[in-house]
């Protein structure tokens, strides 16, 4: 065991460093190390489908950092390939179901001075994809963490969905389970904010109807597939109408991207109505009006009026 690995001995099983250390170019100082010399947790986003689209910064922290925690450690290393550099430190795995395990390692090995670069499949790790945990415990032990900005999926399918984008949330992946899928989906129908989310192409279809269904066949939608690829593919239209398409078949990877809802004008003589049903029981009407105008976007000006009016023309 060398004296790199013995620093953090949990993470040796995926050791990539040669016997002679000279054999990897020095790429000169670690730009994403700090300034005081403490080691860092660096979160790189990677390319979703054009290598061109690695950053300088990613392609210098992969030769420099001392770990490089990727999620799939074959795909490091053909990213580097494709890159043409070489990883200059220790590659260790960092998916989904070893994550718990490793992050105190990790964590260790900065705390100990070491630079830690975090990397996965495509995009940037933490959303939807292993990283969370691990920044979480950096943050935690007030350990540096910093990011490489580089592809988003959610961003760029967001940018071309021809949808609004001023605000928008992001929800992972859609639930598996129709029930817990139905639930999920009824807590957007009054959501105003464009939702962004990820779906695997043999659940698309179903749940592009589920939301058709559940949200209206008409509120609009954008699938973005294989963004960035060489068949890269966005179909915009109703939810109905793109659950249809999708019912055809589609691969690769999916983002969708769905228009919030658009609030209902408020109906100022159906809010009229309440608030005389209010009056009737006792109620002052300026009280009933900012009864029942309440979270309904409604003016009680506009419904008090509206009231008096019925009055004037209608005195008995």
């Not at 975090?118 to 990283?131: E, F, K, Q, R, Y």
């Amino acid at each position: 065991m060398n004296a790199a690995q013995s620093d953090t001995p949990d993470l040796d099983d995926d050791a990539n460093v040669p016997d002679d250390p000279a054999v990897i170019a020095d790429p000169g100082p670690d730009p994403e190390r700090a300034s005081d010399g403490r080691g860092r947790l660096v979160l790189a986003a990677t390319p979703m489908g054009q290598v061109d689209d690695a950053s300088p910064r990613l392609r210098a922290a992969l030769q420099t950092a001392d770990i490089v925690a990727a999620e799939d450690t074959r795909r490091a290393r053909a990213l580097a390939a494709a890159l043409q550099v070489e990883i200059g430190g220790r590659l260790v795995s960092y998916y989904d179901q070893v994550e718990a395990a490793r992050t105190p390692g990790l964590v260790s090995a900065i705390a100990g001075g070491q630079t830690v670069l975090l990397i996965t499949d495509a995009g940037m790790p933490s959303v939807s994809d292993p990283g969370y945990r691990v920044v979480v415990a950096c943050a935690d032990a007030g350990l540096p963490v910093t990011a490489l900005p580089g592809p988003s999926a959610v961003t760029t399918a967001l940018a071309v969905s021809a949808l609004p984008s001023e605000r928008f949330c992001f929800e992972g992946f859609a639930p598996r389970k129709p029930g817990a899928r139905a639930a999920w989906l009824r807590e957007l129908v009054s959501q105003p904010r464009t939702a962004v989310f990820f779906e695997s192409p043999h659940r698309l279809a179903d749940t592009l109807s589920a939301a058709a269904e559940i949200l209206g066949p008409d509120r609009r939608g954008a699938v973005c597939r294989e963004m960035t690829k060489t068949y890269e593919e966005v179909r915009r239209g109703g939810l109905a109408e793109l659950a249809e398409w999708a019912g055809t078949g589609v691969r690769g990877e999916i983002t969708v991207v769905i228009a919030g809802a658009v609030a209902a004008e408020p109906d100022i003589d159906d809010l009229a109505d309440q608030a005389e049903e209010l009056v009737a029981g006792g109620m002052r009407l300026k009280d009933a009006c900012a009864e029942v105008t309440q979270g309904s976007g409604a003016s009680r000006r506009d419904v008090y009026q509206q009231v008096l009016e019925r009055r004037r023309a209608d005195p008995g």
